[in-house]
């Protein structure tokens, strides 16, 4: 059996080498290492694969979405809803740009933010709501674009885990995800499902007037060579980052597929464990069913009641096998992030998930004895220490 990664970047580079090195060369030929012809040829390829009308490449996720908010007319003070169950780089711009952030909880089956909990926490300073994809999956969309149009807020998708997942509306329509609310952020950190050979993200929307202002940002705010009309930032996707993007752009799909069969070989082996709740009670069809795709698991978490983790966790280590725990603290919990207006009977979900989640080895190169000995480990060790 190969080695366990949590992520394996080598195996995937191996069966793309000739294409990503070709085009990597060619940026080596040409010299245009900044702008160079790749990032408008991704950009373009992007915008279609997404099927939205503005893509602005810029140099990391966390850019993204701070430059994503620079763009919309918020003030100091104004307050921006987010979930407290998700990486710290989605609170950490909104603070950045003094706003105000506002954590709410999560819901318990799909991790995402809870539309109820939004709702409670709108005052009249609210202005945008930040739904983060969390492990390749779509939050509420729907229900979400609803409540900001009833408040007249932005909403501000941070797709930085779900590039390449569908979400359904109820009315059957399709939508990629990034491409509902106002603006949408991503990143192409390496271990995303879609990554480069380094730091690389986007900023996604079909506003006219609000990509033209995004690219000025991304660009020192200029519109015209040394004019400089708003304050701006320097971010740039390089140009090899966006040659081996656009080798490895026509692969999503595969590779989003691919996370899909390796989930559906964890669940069929978990499914029935009373110590553990496999990724499902997700509303619309459990995101992996053949034709769905909805789920793009850039991670596959699982939920454990009655483990000790911490020694699970160990165990695993001990045999070889990675993995992790998305996220181990609560974001109101943070010293950078606490607040008097947080009330712990406010976070019941993410308290709790806290305490409870693992994520085991999830990439495009998993193979069927990998996942057979690593369930395999986790329910032993389970039966044997519950
Ligand atoms: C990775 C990630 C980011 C930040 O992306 P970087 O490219 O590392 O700056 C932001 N939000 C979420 C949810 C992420 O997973």
Not at 85 to 101: R, Y
Not at 126 to 142: D, Q, R, S
Not at 228 to 250: C, E, T, Y
């Amino acid at each position: 059996m190969k080695n366990i990664q949590m992520v394996d970047l080598k195996g995937q580079y191996q069966k793309i080498k000739d294409v990503v090195d070709a085009s990597i060369a060619q940026v080596l030929d040409t010299t245009a290492y900044i702008n160079g012809p790749q990032v408008h040829q991704f950009q373009k390829n992007l915008e279609t694969y997404l099927g939205v009308k503005h893509v602005i490449p810029c140099a990391n996720g966390t850019d993204a979405l701070q430059i994503a908010m620079m763009g919309l007319d918020l003030k100091p003070g104004d307050e921006v809803i987010t979930a407290d169950f998700t990486f710290a780089a989605t609170v950490e711009v909104i603070a950045l740009l003094q706003l105000t952030p506002v954590l709410v909880d999560v819901d318990p089956n799909s991790f995402n933010i809870d539309v109820e909990a939004i709702k409670k926490a709108i005052t009249p300073k609210t202005k945008a709501i930040v739904p983060v994809h969390l492990f390749g999956y779509c939050a509420n969309m729907e229900a979400i674009m609803e409540i900001a149009e009833a408040h007249n807020l932005y909403v501000i998708e941070d797709n930085a885990q779900a590039i390449g997942a569908t979400y359904t509306f109820s009315d059957g329509r399709k939508a990629q995800a990034g491409t509902i609310g106002h603006v949408a952020s991503t990143s192409f950190f390496p271990s995303k499902n879609l990554g480069c050979y380094g730091d690389g993200g986007a900023i996604f929307t079909n506003d006219d007037a609000l990509a033209h202002r995004l690219r000025g940002i991304v660009n020192h705010g200029m519109y015209e060579r040394y004019h400089h009309d708003v304050v701006g930032v320097n971010s740039r996707l390089d140009s090899i980052q966006a040659a081996v993007l656009d080798a490895k752009l026509p692969h999503l799909d595969t590779y989003n597929q691919a996370r899909r069969n390796a989930a559906r070989a964890y669940n069929a082996a978990f499914k029935d464990h009373k110590n553990i709740t496999i990724p499902s009670g997700i509303d619309t069809c459990k995101g992996i069913c053949d034709t769905c795709d909805c789920h793009v698991f850039h991670q596959y978490t699982l939920k454990l009641k009655g483990v000790d983790r911490d020694a699970l966790v160990k165990h695993l280590n001990e045999n070889g096998i990675p993995c992790g725990v998305y996220y181990p603290i609560p974001l109101h919990l943070q010293k950078a992030y606490k607040d008097a207006r947080y009330k712990e009977e406010d976070f019941p979900v993410t308290n709790q998930l806290v305490k409870e989640v693992i994520s085991l080895p999830m990439h495009t190169e998993l193979d069927a004895d990998q996942i057979e000995f690593i369930t395999a480990t986790v329910i032993n060790f389970i039966n044997s220490n519950s």
